[in-house]
C-alpha cells in the first residue's frame, strides 16, 4: 500500500523544466524584456557584471515555483500529508534562471494569468543562485529528486526553500537563514513535514497567535 500511495505522489510532482508550449514563447519573450529592462544604471542590481552581457543570456532550466500563504499552509491536511501542497495542477509560477555561460547571473518569474503566461519578478538574482547552487549541494544532476525539484517561497516570512520528493517523502531546504526559523540551517534539508510545522509556528508568533 505505502508503494502505492508514493507512486501515486510521484505523479503529482511536476518536473523542472515541464511547462506548456505557450509558456515557453512568453519564456522567451520575457528574456528580451530583461535585455530591455538592463541599463547601465541598474545591470549590476538584475545581477549582471556588464550591460554586454545581456547579448549573451540564455534561459536556464526552469523550475516550478510555489507560493505559499495562509491558506496552503493552514489546510487540515497538509499538517501530515504536505502532498497536497504540491501537485502539478496548482504550478501557476514558474522560476527561470537567467544564465550567461553556465553562470546564474539572474532571474525572472513567469506567472499564469488566465490563459496566459507573463513575465515578472525580472532581477531576482540572488533568489536564483542560492536555489540552483543548494540543489547541485544536495542533489546528484541525474536522479529524480533533481529532475522533480521545485522551489516554495513563504512570503510572510522572507523565506525561501528548494523542495524536492525522495525516499517516499517530501523534503525542504531553506536557502537563507532566516531569525524566524533559528531551527532551521541554510542548505540542509529537513523533512518537510517539520520544517512546514516550523513555518507555521513562526508565523504564528509573528502574529500574536498562540501555539
Request: aromatic share 8%; glycine share 6%; no cysteine.
Amino acid at each position: 500500500m505505502k508503494r502505492i500511495l508514493a507512486l501515486l505522489t510521484l505523479a503529482l510532482v511536476v518536473p523542472a523544466g515541464a511547462q506548456p508550449v505557450n509558456a515557453l514563447v512568453a519564456a522567451t519573450n520575457s528574456l528580451a524584456t530583461l535585455a530591455q529592462l538592463t541599463t547601465s544604471r541598474n545591470f549590476d542590481k538584475l545581477g549582471f557584471a556588464s550591460t554586454n552581457e545581456t547579448s549573451l543570456m540564455v534561459l536556464g532550466e526552469p523550475v516550478p515555483l510555489y507560493l505559499l500563504g495562509a491558506p496552503q499552509l493552514y489546510l487540515p491536511t497538509a499538517s501530515t500529508n504536505v502532498g497536497v501542497l504540491f501537485v502539478a495542477t496548482n504550478v501557476t509560477s514558474y522560476l527561470y534562471p537567467v544564465l550567461v555561460g553556465t553562470n546564474v547571473r539572474t532571474s525572472f518569474t513567469l506567472q499564469k494569468h488566465g490563459n496566459r503566461w507573463r513575465g515578472t519578478a525580472y532581477g531576482d538574482a540572488a533568489f536564483a543562485r542560492s536555489l540552483v547552487t543548494t540543489r547541485t549541494n544536495l542533489l546528484p544532476p541525474l536522479s529524480p529528486a533533481f529532475s522533480n525539484s521545485f522551489a516554495v517561497r513563504i512570503p510572510s516570512l522572507s523565506a525561501d526553500f528548494l523542495g524536492y520528493w525522495l525516499l517516499d517523502d517530501y523534503h525542504l531546504a531553506l536557502l537563507t537563514e532566516r531569525a524566524t526559523l533559528p531551527l532551521l540551517t541554510a542548505g540542509s534539508a529537513t523533512n518537510a513535514v517539520e520544517v512546514l510545522r516550523q513555518v507555521r509556528a513562526a508565523i504564528d508568533e509573528k502574529s500574536g497567535f498562540p501555539e
